[in-house]
């Protein structure tokens, strides 16, 4: 069962992505992504003191804040920030700065829409990750591995495609919200970072899932998802290298 | 280290709680080795949960759900409303979780918990099912908003929902959704009629009014039930329905519901420092079958206890 994007892409067909780092002048780093239609600005601040709220004598901490496109932040910014701090806590090297606090804010700045449903969905998700990512790389923030974010669609048939936009968005009945850890380029030694003969690149880091879906569907996402993610990997190293020094 | 020699006297005893306080993660590793936890569970096995149905008076629907020291109290309000232009034969449902300070020494007076929106915004998800159609309005949640509707384009129900928080001692989202749920099925929808100038007004039971707009649907009819079990992740162990002290040790938390019909409803795994392989999705996915099944007679054994009362 085929389904015809509006867009005219293969289902394993990414909206065009764009990177630029460096966008802001007082962040210390920044980074604006979009993919398609939307748009979204991350930027960095820190490490800085720890806050009294935050503080943590053996850890950095991370505070994330949501600025949605219109209108103030309520329920739905609350988790997005949540998912995005743990997220990132997840990548970043914690211990190299302890005590210290880094903010990462992120403003929707297009959200692709035809149609615009406010208060649910999380089809900003998978590009403020990517944006946040780039931003914390910018900040020059020590990070284990990058975070790969995409959004699969399950249309009714069982059909599943990749990054869908808001107007493919309302023909699905389920979306899962996938972050991996990026694919490497070097080989690594037998063992050290696989568990039990799965390379890291496939494990999940972030999952949310949104309306019902069979169980064997949500782990056919899960392949495509991983399919995508060497694609997603590969522009993030070309976006982010030629910034790079040397 | 006196862990190992715990056998009788007061001196290892007392080494025993500083070793938890001061090393919790090699602590809870030494268990984990031998396949069990400090509280005596099996890695796989939940607390013990009971729920008790009615448990606030004055409320249409309540319920009372406990699993392990985690408490929850679900309670629903019914009121008529003039429903939505856009939807005018179909109810409204207003879900509200709340951590007041009395649950947790994390929370404190003034000053919202983190975790209530996030837990809020998940029930909201788990129970209303935020997917629309562009073309069919399939339904595939819990309820049925047509379900609240009583007169079309005039009169539909509107729940509220509110859970209280009474004990937070981990897996709240699971606690939560176990209390809203049996709420829902404890929910008697009050009898309304019509009064002199068409509106719609709640009528005590005794003085049998005439024109009863509702007279059947006085229970509200529950598809797809949905059930979810926290798991932890860590190393190659996983920790079935943590307490508040292991998940803040772990960290890495995955919550699964599944519903009655087998479906994911949600598989939720917000970061963490443990990376989830398929192996382990499959084996959290399992165990949440397992404890489905032991949620499903819980419930049923408590709405069969009220039905004799």
Redesign the interface.
Known sequence: MEIDRIDGRTPNQLRPLACSRSVLNRAHGSASWSQGDTKVLAAVYGPKAGIKKNENPEKACIEVIWKPKTGQS???E??YE??L??????ICILTVNPNTTTTVIIQVVNDDGAVS?KG??FHLLPCSINAACAALVDAGIPLKHLAVAICCGLA?SGYVILDPTKLEE???????YL?F?NSVLSVLPEGSSK??G?P?E??????????????D???HC?ERGRAANEKMSAFLRRSLQPQLPG | MGYSNASGDLSSEMEVDAFRRLFPLRFYERHLAELIRPDGRALGKARDTTIALGAVASADGSALAKIGLTTMLAAIKMEVMTPLKESPDEGCIVIEFHMPPICSPLVRPGRPA?AA??V???LS?TIL???????VR?F?GMIDLKDLSLVSGKAAWMAYLDIYCLDADGSLFDVALLSAVAAFSHLQIPVVSMNDEGKLIVVSEENGEKDVVNKEKRKLRLN?IPFSLTCILHK?YILADPTAEEESIFETV?TVVL?TS????????????A?????S?QDC?ALTKQRLKELQTILDESISGMEVD
């Open positions: 309520g329920k739905s609350r988790e949540m998912i701090k743990r997220t990132l806590q997840s449903f649910y969905g009714e309302q023909k699905m009945k389920a979306f899962a972050v850890p568990v039990v799965e890291t496939s494990g999940i880091i972030t999952s949310v899932t949104q309306g019902a879906m069979a169980v569907d949500y782990f899960l | 983190e929106p996030v809020s915004k998940q998800d099912r935020h997917v629309k159609h562009f073309s399939s595939s797809r190659k995955v519903d087998d479906q994911l409803v949600s598989l939720y795994k917000p970061g963490g420092p990376l989830a392989f398929t192996s999705v996915i």
